[in-house]
């Protein structure tokens, strides 16, 4: 499931949040933050091994009318009785072996007693007909006067716990079942199930039953039944189906998006050793869909926002494959082998968010994997809250196990264990382990032993340290050349505070040193709290490269001299060490030779990251030299993914007259949309003379998916001039696009904060049943300080129609609005980072509540634009 990604969004990790960046993660990103209900596996009575599932619906009712027979076999001697999970739902009828049965329910559980003692093996066939309206698990995406053409849909999001919503069943990954799905529907819809289409029959009355058969065994939290009006392209890979579905009227956006999906399938197929175990691939686009995407097996499910208007596609890089090439990663890590309890869900995730890594490298090239690697290390130390939490652990009571550690620093390990023992031994281990394990549910001690049958290599210390134990290696380093000896004393020390989980690391190190001579590598292992490496150099070092290219999860700061920095942004061979020395010239204050070198960079680097860091490190410098420069760069960069960045770093500059006049012709009229929308929210936050009718004029205008409208409308929350207040409820108001009301929503709360009426005009939207209209005033309340919001939220809170999502951000927001007015970033539980990661600058200091206001818009853009994917991501947790 994707957080992103960020997914990057990473989808990264496309995947921080999506609506107010805490939003937008939670949105898109999918996954870091589910609160999982057990987090050890079950013991188990019975073995549950095939479910024959038939559903038809209520439309009006928003109910699901359903008839399961379940196939199980007793695992225990002596059992009386079987349960399974149910809530919610009304149960009619139940049958065991063909003859009617008594059965009792509670809140959460279907009971039903067996007529006599049972002995292990005996096997029983239970039938269930129930009817009921899930609240969760189970959506429906319909049309109503407000969205009179909003395309019909069904859909259903299993994981963690949900799928007893509206299926009585064994709802924990600890068991697998193979399955039958029988889905009569209206005969215009088109249906996606587990597994094979075996066939479509008229059913009468206008309707149709569509019949699918999943044979390979997976959990019951993949079981997935999609029904609605959707748009289909379909494609093969090697005779097996690929098939790509959008809500109706969006099918031209499928090829754009998704047309890089078999080439996926081939080179993890190829990776693995493994071929892809499915009898078919269908990616469902959804709308409102809950997290960024879900893996069910052979049928993910994706947000629709994943679907970029074609105008738009071209303008970003890498577009959605951070997301398509998580959750078809999960087809193998996470559906092929699953994990045994939620305590190990970095198996999932970890994987899947390495994944992205893979195809990135091998479609876009060495140095984009390497600039999202080298961002993802940066975001995951700003996260606080992840730093004395191991990978595995199952203490997860009051937060979330589906988190940063699970999704970002689980991808690390894996990056750092393929770095460390070579790619050729790992890829045996993973083959040995997919092997084995094909069918299984594994923990973390299973990987651990595939790598080492394989590869002969002892791996205990490294999963010790980085999978059970918390934090990473925090880096004090300095260095003395002996002209004599011609030796460098590299002096080595661990920072970081050893408590709790948190230890001192052992980790090999790469040590370059550049003389006049040429560079020459070293291999060290660090392992104590001070150490220092002499280390042979013919002349004094013109660079030295600590973890040369960035292959060890840590933070460093390394004491070196502005010359030192200025060779290495110029000579460094790796993105890594260039990008690091942008940002360490950048915390140079008033120094007019580090600016031109960053200028120089961002005019002529090889790699488009660095040359878009050092952009938004001049953006973070004072002084008409750093704005000159920005211009400068601003012509020679034409592709959109630099060019936007550029224009936002512009955004920094206040009072500078050609500054703003630039931005003001590029938010008129430029080839660039996101460089057009980067204008508006930095004409924003300059708040000029001119801004609010620039700012107008863009609501007003067109432009596809309303991109510039909405930008314009997240922008004038930074204008803060209260004459956007009857702009942004227009804006916010039912009826109009969702995207659009969600960054009025954000807006709006910004304006008039002592204006109760608004207040409670924000709150009204929580009600809603559109999830990402909830989702912005959730963060909207929270951020805007008014504590008469908390009773609305404390209400919310108590309903039973809450997302996966959804319950611990409310409980965050709760907790910003109860802290005390100092000022200071609050903690925000459960939620993921969104407030930590904007608590600190660049160079570590405290903000002020307007300049984290400030950074978290541009970083909205940003995480816009990336975590069009991250299972990504993070996903946020459940109650």
Known sequence: MIRESHRQANHRRTRTVFFALATMLAIFIAAPGLLADEPYARSRDYDLQHSRIALHFDLEQKKVLGEVTHSLSILRDGASKIVFDSTGLTIQKVTVNKAAAKFETTGEKLIIPLAAETKTGDKFEITIKYEGKPAKGMYFILPDKDYPDRPSQIWTQGESEDTHYYLPTYDYPNDRLTTETFLTVPASWITVSNGKLMSVTDAGKGLKTWYWKESVPSSTYLITVVAGEFDEVQERWHGIPVTYYAPKGRGDRLPINYGRTPAMMELFSKKFGVDYPWEKYAQVMVDDFVAGGMENSSATTNTSTSLTHPKLAPEYFTGEDDLISHELGHQWFGDLVTCKDWGDIWLNEGFATFLEAVWTEAHFGKDQADYERWNNEREWFRSNNLWNKPIVRHDFDDSSEFDGNAYGKGGWVLYMLRHQIGEDAFYRGIKQYLEVNRGKNVVTADLAKAVEETTHTNVDQFFSQWLYGAGAPKFDLSYTYDNQKH????????????????????????????????????????????????????????????????????????????????????????????????????????????????????????????????????????????????????????????????????????????????????????????????????????????????????????????????????????????????????????????????????SLARLQKDNKEITKQIAAYLSEPHFPVRMAAIYALGGRGDATAIPALEALLKSDDLSIEMAPMIKGQIARLKKPADGKPSVNPGSGEADEEFADGAAGEELTTDQRLEKLERLLVEMSERLKSMEKRLAPPKP
């Open 487 to 746: 030796q460098v004393m590299l002096s080595v020390k661990q920072t970081q505070k050893i408590e709790g989980r948190v230890g001192l690391f052992r980790v090999p190190v790469e040590v370059e040193i550049t003389t006049a001579t040429g560079p020459r590598l070293y291999n060290v292992t660090v392992s104590k709290e001070k150490q220092t490496f002499p280390l042979p150099a013919e002349s004094a070092p013109l660079m030295i490269l600590f973890d040369k290219g960035g292959h060890l999860l840590k933070s460093a700061e390394f004491h070196k001299e502005k010359a030192e920095w200025l060779y290495q942004l110029k000579n460094a061979t790796e993105l890594a060490d260039r990008a690091d020395a942008a940002v360490a010239l950048g915390k140079i204050k008033n120094d007019e030779e580090a600016a031109a070198a960053l200028g120089e960079t961002l005019r002529n680097d090889k790699a488009w990251g660095v040359r878009a860091t050092a952009a938004e490190t001049l953006g973070q410098m004072s002084g008409t030299s750093a704005s000159k420069l920005l211009l400068a760069g601003l012509d020679l960069s034409d592709k959109p993914w630099v060019r936007s960045r550029v224009v936002s770093a512009l955004g920094n500059f206040k009072d500078d007259a050609a500054v703003a006049e630039r931005l003001y012709a590029i938010a008129k009229q430029d080839d660039s949309y996101r460089a057009r929308a980067a204008a508006l929210q930095a004409l924003g936050r300059l708040k000029g003379p001119k801004t609010f009718e620039t700012l107008n004029a863009a609501v007003a205008g067109d432009s596809p998916d309303g991109f510039l409208r909405n930008a314009a409308l997240r922008a004038l929350g930074s204008l803060g001039d209260d004459k956007a207040v009857p702009v942004l409820l227009q804006w916010s108001a039912v009826g109009k696009p969702i995207d659009s009301r969600t960054a009025a929503i954000n």
